[in-house]
C-alpha cells in the first residue's frame, strides 16, 4: 500500500486576478506517508490544500485525489478525505458525543458503525467523563486531538491537516503526532501545513513553498544533507530568505 499514489498534481496553478497564489506545483504522495506542505504565511499552502479538498477551482494544471479527478469528482473526493483547519473543526456549543455522532453522521456511517467509533475514541482519548460536556470547556489540546480523531472517524484514505497544532504546547504538540502516527500506520495519507520546523522532522517527505512554487522536496534528511545543515529551521531560513512575498 506504500507505494500507490493517493495525491498526484501535475503544474496545479491558481490565480486570483493577476496574484499568482500558487504557481505550477507537481508532487506525489503515497498512501500511508506523512506528507509536510511548509513555507511561510503567504507561500500558497492553505490554497493549494483548498484546491486538493475540492473547495477551490484550480485556474489551470491537473490533480487527482485518492484516484478522483478534481475538477469532474469534487463530491465523490470530499467522501474519501477528512480535514482539520486551526480554525474551525468542531462545534463548541455542542458536547464532545454530540460533535463525534453529528461527524460520523456527516460521513455516512450507520447508527451501528456510529456507537462502535463513538464509544472506541472516547475511550482512547480518555474522555469518557468529558463525553456529555461542551467541547467549549475543554483545553486547546484535547480539541485538537478530539478533532483529529473526528477527521478520521470515517478511515478516510486521505486526511489534511492545516496547522493543527497552533498555539499548542510542546507536550500536547507531541501527543498529537503520536496520533499521526497511529492513522498513518492504519494506512491513511496525512497531508499537513505546520510553521513548527521541530514538526517537519516528524515527517516522512516534505515539500518547502516559497512565492507559491515548491522549491525543494525530499525527506528532512535528505534536505538537511542538500543545503549541509543541521536542522530544518536552518533549511527553511535558506529557501526563505529569497522571499518576494510579505507575510499574512
Given at each position: 500500500?506504500?507505494?500507490?499514489?493517493?495525491?498526484?498534481?501535475?503544474?496545479?496553478?491558481?490565480?486570483?486576478?493577476?496574484?499568482?497564489?500558487?504557481?505550477?506545483?507537481?508532487?506525489?504522495?503515497?498512501?500511508?506517508?506523512?506528507?509536510?506542505?511548509?513555507?511561510?504565511?503567504?507561500?500558497?499552502?492553505?490554497?493549494?490544500?483548498?484546491?486538493?479538498?475540492?473547495?477551490?477551482?484550480?485556474?489551470?494544471?491537473?490533480?487527482?485525489?485518492?484516484?478522483?479527478?478534481?475538477?469532474?469528482?469534487?463530491?465523490?473526493?470530499?467522501?474519501?478525505?477528512?480535514?482539520?483547519?486551526?480554525?474551525?473543526?468542531?462545534?463548541?456549543?455542542?458536547?464532545?458525543?454530540?460533535?463525534?455522532?453529528?461527524?460520523?453522521?456527516?460521513?455516512?456511517?450507520?447508527?451501528?458503525?456510529?456507537?462502535?467509533?463513538?464509544?472506541?475514541?472516547?475511550?482512547?482519548?480518555?474522555?469518557?467523563?468529558?463525553?456529555?460536556?461542551?467541547?467549549a470547556s475543554l483545553p486547546l489540546g484535547w480539541k485538537q486531538k478530539l478533532a483529529f480523531s473526528v477527521a478520521?472517524?470515517?478511515?478516510?484514505?486521505?486526511?489534511?491537516?492545516?496547522?493543527?497544532?497552533?498555539?499548542?504546547?510542546?507536550?500536547?504538540?507531541?501527543?498529537?503526532?503520536?496520533?499521526?502516527?497511529?492513522?498513518?500506520?492504519?494506512?491513511?495519507?496525512?497531508?499537513?501545513?505546520?510553521?513548527?520546523?521541530?514538526?517537519?522532522?516528524?515527517?516522512?517527505?516534505?515539500?518547502?513553498?516559497?512565492?507559491?512554487?515548491?522549491?525543494a522536496l525530499d525527506s528532512p534528511a535528505n534536505l538537511k544533507r542538500q543545503f549541509s545543515v543541521s536542522s530544518?529551521?536552518?533549511?527553511?531560513?535558506?529557501?526563505?530568505?529569497?522571499?518576494?512575498?510579505?507575510?499574512?
Open positions: 500500500m506504500k507505494n500507490k499514489i493517493v495525491i498526484q498534481t501535475d503544474r496545479l496553478s491558481k490565480h486570483f486576478g493577476d496574484f499568482v497564489a500558487v504557481n505550477q506545483v507537481t508532487f506525489e504522495v503515497s498512501a500511508g506517508e506523512i506528507f509536510g506542505f511548509l513555507g511561510a504565511n503567504g507561500a500558497g499552502k492553505t490554497t493549494a490544500m483548498k484546491m486538493l479538498c475540492g473547495l477551490s477551482v484550480p485556474t489551470s494544471g491537473k490533480a487527482t485525489i485518492a484516484g478522483f479527478d478534481i475538477y469532474k469528482q469534487t463530491e465523490q473526493i470530499k467522501k474519501h478525505i477528512g480535514y482539520m483547519s486551526q480554525k474551525f473543526s468542531l462545534y463548541e456549543d455542542l458536547t464532545v458525543m454530540e460533535n463525534i455522532r453529528l461527524f460520523g453522521g456527516i460521513y455516512g456511517l450507520s447508527d451501528r458503525q456510529l456507537k462502535e467509533k463513538s464509544n472506541s475514541l472516547i475511550a482512547s482519548l480518555g474522555l469518557q467523563n468529558e463525553a456529555k460536556k461542551l467541547v478520521i472517524l470515517h478511515e478516510p484514505d486521505i486526511v489534511f491537516l492545516d496547522e493543527p497544532t497552533g498555539g499548542v504546547d510542546p507536550i500536547t504538540r507531541r501527543q498529537f503526532w503520536d496520533l499521526i502516527y497511529q492513522a498513518s500506520d492504519r494506512g491513511i495519507t496525512v497531508f499537513v501545513t505546520t510553521h513548527y520546523m521541530d514538526e517537519a522532522e516528524y515527517c516522512s517527505r516534505i515539500s518547502m513553498m516559497v512565492d507559491g512554487e515548491i522549491k530544518m529551521d536552518e533549511v527553511f531560513f535558506e529557501l526563505a530568505r529569497g522571499a518576494k512575498r510579505k507575510s499574512d
